[in-house]
T-cell receptor, first 117, second 116 residues
């Protein structure tokens, strides 16, 4: 079974530039998550999709970050314009459709390491 | 608000020693799930175990064991007879059930180094 795919693996940009990350979840997984992991910290949830709807985006800095999941499969996370503090690893994860009483584990991609200069 | 605290930032042991990684959580929910993930140097988080809030049975899987105590809001992870391959960052996570099912809060991780 193919895992969660992410691209690019590495990206270096200047501050105020734009950048986009792509994620392809495991086939059949209804839920997709984007996390930001700053060096030395745990993953912080940015946005959670269930199919193509947003479940939670309370921690997404909406003035500069946007995400979409067209057709309930692939997803793109964009930063525009980037700031120095956005330097981090951006992780995508997917899981089966969680219910109100049962939560499956998440499967993570390899991440995209972003450096903002 | 959910919170997960992993007070041990770094632990270093010698191979074959036992080691326990602590995890303390805060939540107002009565139904929730707790997870442990391993992040090896390659970077990809790997699932280790899931526990729901109604199941306080401890679990053993090979050299790994988990102790869930609701009374102290703790979900600790023990590695018996540690090996060099156990060196990684270990994360404890709390996931909501209910309306925001799946929404997860991670601790900041414990870096385990096992020396030969």
């Amino acid at each position: 079974e193919a895992g969660v795919a992410q691209s690019p693996r590495y990206k270096i940009i200047e501050k105020r530039q734009s950048v986009a990350f792509w994620c392809n979840p495991i086939s059949g997984h209804a839920t997709l998550y984007w996390y930001q992991q700053i060096l030395g910290q745990g993953p912080k949830l940015l946005i959670q999709f269930q199919n193509n709807g947003v479940v939670d985006d309370s921690q997404l800095p909406k003035d500069r970050f946007s995400a979409e999941r067209l057709k309930g499969v692939d997803s793109t996370l964009k930063i525009q314009p980037a700031k120095l503090e956005d330097s981090a690893v951006y992780l995508c994860a997917s899981s089966l459709d969680p219910s109100a009483i049962y939560i499956d584990e998440q499967f993570f991609g390899p991440g995209t390491r972003l450096t903002v200069l | 608000a959910q919170k997960v605290t992993q007070a041990q930032t770094e632990i270093s042991v010698v191979e074959k020693e036992d080691v326990t990684l602590d995890c303390v959580y805060e939540t107002r929910d009565t139904t929730y799930y707790l997870f442990w993930y391993k992040q090896p140097p390659s970077g990809e988080l790997v699932f280790l175990i899931r526990r729901n809030s109604f199941d306080e049975q401890n679990e053993i899987s090979g050299r790994y064991s988990w102790n869930f105590q609701k009374s102290t809001s703790s979900f600790n992870f023990t590695i018996t007879a540690s090996q060099v391959v156990d060196s990684a960052v270990y994360f404890c996570a709390l996931s909501e059930a209910g309306t925001n099912a799946g929404k997860s809060t991670f601790g900041d991780g414990t870096t385990l180094t096992v020396k030969p």
